[in-house]
């Protein structure tokens, strides 16, 4: 190890990998790695040995502790990287029948949805889209647009029943 730190000697690392690299692997496997994730790990683990042969200290812990622990280090890392859970958005639904059923009767409804409101007048389609869809308060359309608060809630009102009217002939 220290002609592996001190110098670079490529001859010695292959001596330290040829001895310790089936040896991690058999702890791996030991303690319920797949093969191929094993390997993973002895790999990282000995390159990390080549990377960090500089902060190797013979003082501070043997050579054989020392690169387990770059070795156990890896393993962990993996584990924690498997455990960790998927977020929401991230997660691929499990597609079933029913699923696609569902996502063509949304498509279709919000098509629908999409036909109602285009027929709507400009200034009430801008308001009902602010207040439905953007998720803005009255108050708030009131502040962006500078609309008085009777306006924006008479036109919210009549674009909505003419929503209704226009859906209800969609069906």
């Known amino acids: 190890m220290l002609a592996v730190r001190d110098r670079r000697d490529r001859a010695a690392f292959c001596a330290l990998f040829d ?33 960090k042969s500089a902060s190797f200290n013979p003082e501070r812990a043997d050579v054989a502790g020392w690169i387990f622990q770059i070795a156990r280090n890896r393993q962990i890392d993996i584990i924690r990287k498997e455990r960790r859970p998927v977020p929401e958005e991230l997660a691929t639904p499990e597609t079933t029948g029913e699923h696609a059923e569902q996502v063509v009767a949304m498509e279709q409804e919000t098509a629908k949805l999409r036909a109602a409101l285009a027929t709507l007048k400009p200034e009430q389609r801008e308001l009902v889209e602010k207040a ?3 998720e803005l308060t009255h108050s708030e359309i009131q502040v962006e647009t500078g609309l008085p608060l009777g306006t924006i809630k008479s036109r919210i009102r009549l674009g909505l029943e003419r929503l209704r009217h226009e859906l209800k002939g969609a069906r």
């Open 19 to 51: 001895y310790f690299a089936p040896r991690m692997r058999g702890m791996m496997m030991k303690s319920g790695m797949s093969s191929a994730v094993a390997d993973d790990i002895v790999q990282d683990a000995m390159l990390s040995v080549w990377r």
């Open 132 to 134: 439905y869809l953007g």
